[in-house]
């Protein structure tokens, strides 16, 4: 499944050590490029402050409407009706492909710009509404990473967005704690 609308949002990163640390990685000029890139971004240079604003937008709607189908199994009507209007603002040509018998016809953007790549990004989460489990949707069980995750395990039980990271810290501290507990001393 394609995962853009969770990564733009989890590019609000946020010390998983709990250091307080936060960078906004619209704002990293390498994630930033990698990330359009990997959307079908066409543009040679990157977005200046006002398009990264729009992504920001974009980033907080699906942040928006990730929670409430957290929260409540549903989207807001003001919500879809804004994501509507993202993939609404990104146009596509169809092209008929082939010859000899074989046919096809491909979706292809009328232009490479931020418009296209904004529309990629709600594509992707309008394609888990659509054939996806919006029930599958979590923040990661590390109050300090806040990451969203699409929980693709077979049961259901991915509780971190990276076992080896978040996962381990959070058992590591847990474990720690037990063994401070257990070597206190109980009042009588």
Same mark, same amino acid.
């Given at each position: ?138 923040? !990661?069980?590390?109050?300090? %990473? $806040?990451?969203? #995750? ?5 049961? =259901?039980? &991915? +509780?971190? !967005?990276?076992?080896?990271? %978040? $996962?381990?810290? #959070? ?5 720690? =704690?037990? &063994? +401070? ?8």
């Amino acid at each position: 499944m394609n995962l853009l609308w969770a990564d733009l949002i989890n590019s609000d990163w946020h010390d998983y050590r709990g250091g307080g640390g936060r960078e906004d990685r619209i704002e990293n000029d390498a994630w930033l490029a990698n990330f359009l890139a990997r959307c079908g971004w066409a543009g040679g240079r990157l977005p200046g402050s006002d398009g990264r604003e729009e992504l920001r937008r974009l980033r907080a709607l699906l942040r928006c409407l990730a929670l409430g189908l957290m929260a409540t199994g549903t989207v807001s009507r003001r919500n879809l009706l804004a994501l509507r209007r993202t993939l609404a603002e990104a146009t596509v040509v169809r092209r008929l492909e082939g010859g000899g018998g074989r046919w096809s016809v491909s979706l292809v953007p009328a232009s490479g710009d931020l418009a296209h790549v904004m529309g990629e990004i709600a594509n992707s989460f309008a394609t888990l509404l659509v054939e996806g489990d919006p029930s599958r949707i979590k923040v !990661c069980a590390n109050s300090d %990473c $806040g990451w969203v #995750i699409y929980d693709e395990s077979r049961n =259901r039980t &991915r +509780r971190w !967005c990276e076992a080896a990271e %978040c $996962g381990n810290l #959070i058992n590591v501290r847990r474990f720690r =704690r037990r &063994r +401070r507990q257990a070597r206190q001393p109980t009042a009588p």
